[in-house]
Structures are given as structure tokens and as C-alpha cells.
């Protein structure tokens, strides 16, 4: 006869929780910041600005960015796990799983950093080098980031499609944040295709959220007992 277990994973909610504190940081920053968040081609001028007056808002939202990116590293690691049993401890696929995760974590990491360089020495920077920090910034936050993150989702989501370890709707949709977050490189010489960035990073954050609560509550798992 058979007997039923489920396998649970903890730290999967580390992907809850990357979205979760990235989008509270987010909406903590525009509320504590006393003007709108310069995009690129504002001017060095209104970007100093912005970092010297909304101190507050950035830092706050900085900190929050480390904890999502802290999150995203913790999630990372079940994550790989399970494509590494999927796929047999074989193939490229476990290692670009867990290499996107660490490197969007990182990236989210160096942003969070240079957003409080330029927060607590913008007002007393050279116009030139404060227009490098936020270039810095808003590459490794958004495009690189992204990109990354949708390496991570993209190869744990191939890997689980044909093995089902993961509700199908979750596979396909890993799929579809995946294809936008790398197409967002095209950002990179093609400033409209910008606006894949945050479409990708939603896609992403909704894949990370479910996966983590397949996860951590544990798929069910068939045993073969003795009569």
C-alpha cells in the first residue's frame, strides 16, 4: 500500500519575503521622499537633489532592498536544491539556478549601497561623479537585477516543467518572467524596452511568492510501504 508525506522547505518563504520587503521598500521610499524618484536623463543637478533632500526616503527604502536581497539569497538555495534532485545533480541547469539568484541578489545588494552612498554624500559630491552613482544605481537595481532574476526563475521553472515538481501554472508563468526579464536587457540601447523591467520584476515577484509557498508548505509525496 502507499502512504502519503509531505516534503517542507522553510526557507522557501525567503521568495515571500524578497517580494514582500522590496515592494514595502518601495512604497515607503515614495511616501517619505519629498519629490518624485528621478528617472534616467534627469539632470545631475535634480538628481543630487533628490538624494540630499529625501535622505530619509531613500535610506529607508535601502534598507529594505537589503533585507529583500538577503531574502532572495536565502530562497535561492532551496530553490537550486530542488532543480539539482530534478534534473539528477547533472547539467548546467541547477548551477544557472542558483548563479541568477546570487547575482540578483547581489545586484539588488550593490544598489541598495550606492543608494545610501549618494543619500548621505550627494550634497557634497562632484556633479559628474553623482551622476555615475545613479547610473550605477539604477543599472544594478533595475536592468541587471532583473536580468539575473530571470535567469533564476527561467532555469528552476525548464527544469521543473517536465519533472511537475511545481503546480504547472507556476512552470509557465516562470516562463513568461522569465522571457520579459532578459528581453529587458534591450534597455541597455533601447530606452522603451524599459518598460519590460518592472513588467519582468512583477512576473518574477508572483513566481517567488507561490514557488516559496509550494515550497515551504511541501508537495505531496507517494511511499510504497510493505502489506
Do not use: D, K
Given at each position: 500500500?502507499?502512504?502519503?508525506?509531505?516534503?517542507?522547505?522553510?526557507?522557501?518563504?525567503?521568495?515571500?519575503?524578497?517580494?514582500?520587503?522590496?515592494?514595502?521598500?518601495?512604497?515607503?521610499?515614495?511616501?517619505?521622499?519629498?519629490?518624485?524618484?528621478?528617472?534616467?536623463?534627469?539632470?545631475?543637478?535634480?538628481?543630487?537633489?533628490?538624494?540630499?533632500?529625501?535622505?530619509?526616503?531613500?535610506?529607508?527604502?535601502?534598507?529594505?532592498?537589503?533585507?529583500?536581497?538577503?531574502?532572495?539569497?536565502?530562497?535561492?538555495?532551496?530553490?537550486?536544491?530542488?532543480?539539482?534532485?530534478?534534473?539528477?545533480?547533472?547539467?548546467?541547469?541547477?548551477?544557472?539556478?542558483?548563479?541568477?539568484?546570487?547575482?540578483?541578489?547581489?545586484?539588488?545588494?550593490?544598489?541598495?549601497?550606492?543608494?545610501?552612498?549618494?543619500?548621505?554624500?550627494?550634497?557634497?559630491?562632484g556633479l559628474e561623479l553623482v551622476d555615475t552613482l545613479r547610473n550605477l544605481n539604477?543599472?544594478?537595481?533595475?536592468?541587471?537585477?532583473?536580468?539575473?532574476?530571470?535567469?533564476?526563475?527561467?532555469?528552476?521553472?525548464?527544469?521543473?516543467?517536465?519533472?511537475?515538481?511545481?503546480?504547472?501554472?507556476?512552470?509557465?508563468?516562470?516562463?513568461?518572467?522569465?522571457?520579459?526579464?532578459?528581453?529587458?536587457?534591450?534597455?541597455l540601447f533601447f530606452f522603451p524596452a524599459s518598460i519590460l523591467i518592472p513588467l519582468?520584476?512583477?512576473?518574477?515577484?508572483?513566481?517567488?511568492?507561490?514557488?516559496?509557498?509550494?515550497?515551504?508548505?511541501?508537495?505531496?509525496?507517494?511511499?510504497?510501504?510493505?502489506?
Open positions: 500500500m502507499t502512504a502519503s508525506s509531505r516534503q517542507r522547505t522553510p526557507w522557501a518563504l525567503g521568495g515571500v519575503l524578497f517580494a514582500a520587503f522590496f515592494i514595502v521598500g518601495l512604497v515607503l521610499g515614495g511616501v517619505l521622499a519629498s519629490s518624485p524618484f528621478p528617472l534616467p536623463g534627469a539632470t545631475a543637478a535634480e538628481v543630487a537633489r533628490y538624494f540630499t533632500e529625501s535622505q530619509t526616503a531613500v535610506l529607508v527604502s535601502g534598507l529594505f532592498q537589503i533585507l529583500s536581497a538577503i531574502s532572495l539569497f536565502v530562497f535561492a538555495a532551496p530553490v537550486a536544491t530542488l532543480v539539482r534532485r530534478t534534473e539528477g545533480g547533472a547539467g548546467a541547469l541547477p548551477g544557472l539556478t542558483l548563479g541568477g539568484g546570487a547575482l540578483a541578489a547581489v545586484f539588488l545588494l550593490v544598489s541598495a549601497l550606492l543608494g545610501w552612498v549618494l543619500a548621505l554624500t550627494a550634497g557634497g559630491l539604477f543599472l544594478t537595481g533595475g536592468t541587471l537585477h532583473v536580468a539575473s532574476l530571470g535567469l533564476f526563475v527561467g532555469a528552476a521553472s525548464i527544469s521543473t516543467l517536465n519533472a511537475r515538481a511545481l503546480p504547472r501554472w507556476i512552470l509557465w508563468l516562470g516562463l513568461a518572467a522569465a522571457a520579459l526579464s532578459i528581453l529587458s536587457l534591450a534597455s519582468g520584476r512583477l512576473l518574477a515577484f508572483v513566481w517567488c511568492i507561490a514557488a516559496g509557498i509550494v515550497l515551504a508548505l511541501g508537495r505531496r509525496r507517494e511511499t510504497r510501504t510493505g502489506s
